[in-house]
């Protein structure tokens, strides 16, 4: 009744996402609400320093636990029930995850937060382990991500039981940990990886995130219906969201991010730098709810603030996705452009409007990309990017 979980062919035709592969990421839609909504409370009521480090922290299991599943998925996938039944396993600590954001941003409590998080990656362990049998000479790789992800979860699980004081300087170093289990991983093999299907999982997680903020964007009239004083500033920065939430659209998915995805070291970039690039397009709703609460006299942040919590997530995007996937297919035109447009949009506090300055760069951005297409051909002949290397 089980599949044999052998190595996916990387050049298979036709790859795409996977019903169970749609499915599981919608936990991950409540997850990211529940983040951004408690960030947004935290630069709100003035928290902003203890209210993004926490973010990150919580992104970070996030993040990883999604692109640990997506990398492993588009190698090793099999859909049989106990693939099935450790996915939705590992739904279900994306769940406790989310039930544990709050106390983690108002309490520092992270207990909750640990244990979802560690339910996540058992499950990931138990995935690894299945797949070491028919691996051929792969084996030892998969096993090393197995006893790599366990031997980290130990020490998660410690962190719990020390002192609170001792427990904060902990979370990086067993954050650098959970990033070095890949690098050792693949230090003498490889798992085999389908990039069109890969950089498609990467672009339906970028709908997500990029989705909460049109959720502000309806926020905003929401806002403004009930409040007369304040409605066309409310009106103006709705219009304002969906236009940069649609030109980061366009950003993003400009450049065939297939391409960039080559080898091991361009897998590592690619990967990891997407954590900021997804973070920031989370952290960009919070901002306009900031904006919000600024506008209606509910936010504690001075107007320059509330304007960065705007463009510094705006700038975080575009220069990320800039320097991952969109520079080496682009002229010298697009990549003057968009870097530049990246760090311009910082200056828009001092408009008047709120994001008036950010969506109108974003738009000049867009149209040099129209203008100046996508030129793939540089990378066309290089051999390197169908070389099978993969990060988890």
Known sequence: MLAPMRPRDPAEPGRTATPLELFFDLVFVVAVSIASVQLHH?????????????????????????????????????DD?????????????????????????????????????????????????????????????????????????????????????????????????????????????WTPWHPHHITE??????????????LAS??????????????????????????????????????????????????????????????????FSAGIEVQIDALTGHSELSAVAASLTVTVPVAIFVLGIWWIALR???GRVVNTVVPLGGLLVLLDPITPVPVLLTALILVTVVVTLVIRPPVPARLAGDPSHRRPTIIP
């Open 328 to 330: 080496e297919n682009a």
């Open 42 to 78: 935290a630069l709100t009521e003035g928290h902003a320093g203890h209210g993004v480090l926490s973010y990150a922290l919580v992104f970070f299991g996030i993040w990883w636990a999604w692109m640990n599943f997506t990398w492993f998925a588009t190698s090793y996938g099999a």
């Open 201 to 214: 999982r990467y672009g339906l997680f970028t709908l997500i995130v990029l989705g909460e903020s049109l």
């Open 218 to 283: 309806a926020n905003a009239i929401i806002e403004a219906l009930h409040d007369d004083q304040a409605l066309a500033p409310l009106i103006s920065i709705s219009v304002m969201t969906l236009v940069v939430t649609c030109a980061l659209w366009w950003i993003y998915f400009w450049p065939p991010h297939h391409l960039s995805i080559r080898g091991f070291a361009q897998n590592i970039r690619y990967g990891y730098v997407h954590y900021f690039v997804f973070a920031a397009a989370a952290a």
């Open 81 to 189: 029930w106990l693939y099935r039944v450790l996915t939705f396993l590992q739904m279900g600590g994306v769940l406790v995850l989310a039930a544990g954001v709050e106390p983690a941003f108002t309490d520092d409590h992270w207990a909750v937060v640990t244990i979802g998080y560690v339910v996540m990656r058992v499950a990931m362990i138990a995935q690894w382990l299945r797949a070491s049998r028919f691996a051929g000479p792969n084996r030892a790789t998969t096993l090393r991500y197995a006893a790599g992800i366990a031997i980290v979860q130990v020490f998660w699980i410690v962190r719990l039981f020390l002192p609170d004081d001792v427990q904060p300087f902990l979370h990086p170093i067993l954050i650098l940990a959970e990033l070095a289990v890949p690098v050792i991983a693949e230090r003498s093999g």
